[in-house]
């Protein structure tokens, strides 16, 4: 039995919703992908943004990602009925800090709002020269959804 594929509406508005996603970006060795978890923000239709390289830490995957151009991100339902979207898209920016309404539009979508202002307050008091903001277009779609084998 095949699964269903997620319409365009359905994809984007499921990558929309705040799940902690994996990327995936090729490394310039012969060891596999790095793959890691990522907070992001998405509206549909546009693109997708994210930052790394926070408290001061090298990140390996901003080398990588800025010397690739490219990425794969996977963002599931972990639950029954699973769902899952997977793209692969390109970088279209890269911005070297990032902005604190950049930042904070990635964070209120996982922590609260008290939280969330005193993380990016403190990332931004001493940006680090590897807090990088990442915008990817999404160029290809992958997905599945579980929900009709739930009857």
Known sequence: MALPHLTKEAREAFLAEPHIAAISVARDDDRPPLTAPFWYTYEPGGNL????????????????IEKA????????????????????????????????????AIVRRYLPEEQTQGVVG??????????????????????????????
């Open 49 to 64: 943004t994210f930052f790394t390289g926070t408290q001061g830490r090298k990140a390996r995957k901003t080398a990588l």
């Open 122 to 151: 403190a990332e931004l008091a001493n940006p680090g020269p590897d807090l990088v903001l990442f915008t990817i277009r999404p160029d290809r779609w992958f997905t599945a959804d579980f929900s009709g084998a739930a009857g």
């Open 69 to 104: 151009g490219v990425l794969s991100i996977l963002d599931q339902k972990e639950q029954f009925p699973y769902k899952y979207v997977s793209v692969e898209g390109t970088v279209v920016r890269i911005d070297r800090p990032p902005s604190a309404d950049q930042m904070l």
